[in-house]
């Protein structure tokens, strides 16, 4: 547990798993051959990422400490997330509405960013 | 956990099937087989049939729902007491030392739910992982069950293999027909009928179905690659769209490789939405800079590992009829949901964040090659 925030280190999420060597590296991935990004950088790219799917909703994502993420509101209300496992429920409490993929809206918005 | 370290935990199958469909007998016939002679078994209940076997505990079925009153993310606390105090004392010397478990369940129970268990446990999941589940289906009564209850539904869908019995009760013609049912609704998972009188044999035959039902599964490197063939057959791809009520399955399909972490951003928002009614997701994911293909297993809310196969699977419908080919397809077995509503998501997802990407690093000397790929596939 992290003595700061009280956040329990758990099992990483699916999505920053190593799937493949050539996907993740690092050194809790599955060694140095093939890698192709820091799991840093996979860390920066998943935010950046993240945020075209947030824009529109009004949400913004930032990494806090290497370790989790910090999702707010523009009127700067905050959760902070461990992984995207928990993104989407934060972002919904934060919302007060759902965040649906299959919302054509939604898909407009996203294309628009 | 790393992925791979998957291989190396203990398989906890489920047999699961509607009441009176033939668990316990089905169940007695494959532990006679030597492959499954250190098996714990966990039932939840002492039926009518018997089952003679050196390891073998009741449970309660006891749920926990957790904030979100999804009953797939339900912790069945009955069974994480049970297969703790079973590993505990097999580390302790005082129960043999089992290499599976084997959940018989009763017969209205959700697998889904053992399987969040397994996955979701901080302490269970650095000891077991989620083998196959597999669903008896009864020749006789199955039609009615599918028909009338939802419970029977669910337990095919989520099934990774499907056992029909009583085969010799039902005519032939009644057994095709429920056959065919079965595998229209989950197209990824073979369907075995079960010989003779209520699935009776053994021997040799009780260690080929003890091996295809239960041992191979996808998380065992020496089966990874037959299992995506299983679920890329012809019943799943390029296949017309099933429905069994609100309950339907068909595959998506695409050429054009999509990046990882968009994937994921897209698949974690789909299942937080929808995943209590995406009862089940397999396939292959096609990401480029990649030999083979991400290998995508969940049920309900919960993904298993993705892990990756070094070759392409030989995918029904394509070139020749049975070459390997790249490409992502992804059986989906949910209920109420559009297809072409979910690959229009995952086309939109693919297209307005493929333009985000971040440049590729330089070229380095470890880099997988993904021509030699692709000319490895035209050869």
């Known amino acids: 547990m992290c003595g700061l925030c009280g956040v329990f280190g758990g099992e990483r999420h699916w999505?920053?798993?190593?799937?493949?060597?050539?996907?993740?590296?690092?050194?809790?991935?599955?060694?140095?051959?093939?890698?192709?990004?820091?799991?840093?950088?996979?860390?920066?790219?998943r935010v950046r990422l993240v945020n075209r799917v947030l824009d529109p909703l009004g949400l913004v994502l930032v990494e806090w400490a290497a370790s989790s993420y910090v999702l707010r509101t523009k009127t700067g209300r905050s959760e902070v997330v461990s992984d995207l496992g928990g993104l989407w429920p934060a972002a919904e409490r934060l919302l007060g509405r759902p965040c649906d993929p299959l919302d054509p809206g939604l898909l407009a918005r996203i294309a628009r960013t | 956990?790393?992925?791979?370290?998957?291989?190396?935990?203990?398989?906890?199958?489920?047999?699961?099937?509607?009441?009176?469909?033939?668990?316990?007998?089905?169940?007695?016939?494959?532990?006679?087989?030597?492959r499954l002679a250190s098996t714990a078994v966990l039932v939840n209940e002492f039926g009518e049939v018997g089952l003679d076997h050196y390891l073998l505990e009741s449970v309660s079925e006891s749920m926990v729902l957790l904030d979100n009153g999804c009953v797939c993310c339900a912790?069945?606390?009955?069974?994480?007491?049970?297969?703790?105090?079973?590993?505990?004392?097999?580390?302790?010397?005082?129960?043999?030392?089992?290499?599976?478990?084997?959940?018989?369940?009763?017969?209205?129970?959700?697998?889904?739910?053992?399987?969040?268990?397994?996955?979701?446990?901080?302490?269970?999941?650095?000891?077991?992982?989620?083998?196959?589940v597999v669903t008896v289906v009864d020749a006789l009564h199955g039609f009615g069950h599918l028909d009338r209850y939802p419970e029977s539904v669910k337990q095919v869908a989520l099934a990774d293999r499907l056992v029909l019995t009583k085969t010799d009760l039902a005519g032939p013609e009644e057994c095709a027909i429920l056959k065919g049912r079965l595998e229209a609704m989950n197209p990824a998972a073979p369907v075995r009928l079960a010989a003779g009188p209520a699935g009776a044999g053994g021997g040799s035959e009780s260690t080929a179905d003890a091996?295809?039902?239960?041992?191979?599964?996808?998380?065992?490197?020496?089966?990874r690659q037959a299992e995506a063939e299983r679920w890329l057959g012809p019943g799943a791809v390029a296949a017309p769209h099933h429905h069994?009520?609100?309950?339907?399955?068909?595959?998506?399909?695409?050429?054009?490789?999509?990046?990882?972490t968009v994937f994921g951003i897209w698949f974690g928002m789909l299942l937080h939405r929808h995943g209590e009614n995406i009862l089940r997701v397999k396939g292959i994911v096609d990401v480029p800079d990649l030999d083979g293909p991400v290998l995508l297993n969940a049920v309900q809310h919960t993904v298993h590992p993705p892990t990756h196969l070094p070759a392409w699977p030989?995918?029904?419908?394509?070139?020749?009829?049975?070459?390997?080919?790249?490409?992502?397809?992804?059986?989906?077995?949910?209920?109420?949901?559009?297809?072409?509503?979910?690959?229009?998501s995952l086309a939109a997802f693919r297209d307005s964040l493929a333009g985000a990407s971040a440049p590729p690093p330089p070229p380095r000397g470890d880099r997988i090659s993904t021509e030699s790929s692709r000319n490895h596939l035209a050869r």
Request: with cysteine; charged share 30%.
């Open chain 1, 15 to 45: 999505t920053e798993r190593a799937a493949s060597p050539a996907i993740f590296g690092g050194p809790d991935g599955d060694g140095p051959e093939g890698r192709r990004m820091t799991p840093a950088r996979e860390r920066q790219e």
């Open chain 2, 1 to 34: 956990m790393r992925a791979a370290d998957w291989s190396a935990l203990i398989p906890v199958n489920v047999v699961t099937g509607f009441l009176g469909s033939g668990k316990t007998t089905l169940l007695s016939r494959l532990l006679a087989s030597p």
């Open chain 2, 75 to 132: 912790v069945r606390d009955d069974l994480r007491s049970a297969l703790l105090e079973l590993h505990g004392r097999r580390e302790r010397s005082e129960a043999p030392r089992y290499d599976r478990v084997v959940i018989e369940s009763s017969g209205l129970a959700d697998p889904a739910p053992v399987v969040h268990t397994l996955t979701a446990d901080p302490v269970l999941r650095h000891h077991y992982r989620p083998g196959a």
């Open chain 2, 211 to 223: 091996v295809a039902l239960l041992v191979e599964d996808v998380h065992r490197a020496d089966s």
């Open chain 2, 244 to 260: 069994t009520g609100d309950v339907s399955s068909f595959c998506i399909e695409t050429d054009e490789p999509i990046d990882w």
């Open chain 2, 314 to 344: 030989r995918t029904w419908g394509r070139e020749d009829g049975r070459a390997p080919a790249r490409g992502t397809r992804i059986v989906f077995i949910v209920r109420g949901l559009d297809r072409e509503r979910i690959e229009r």
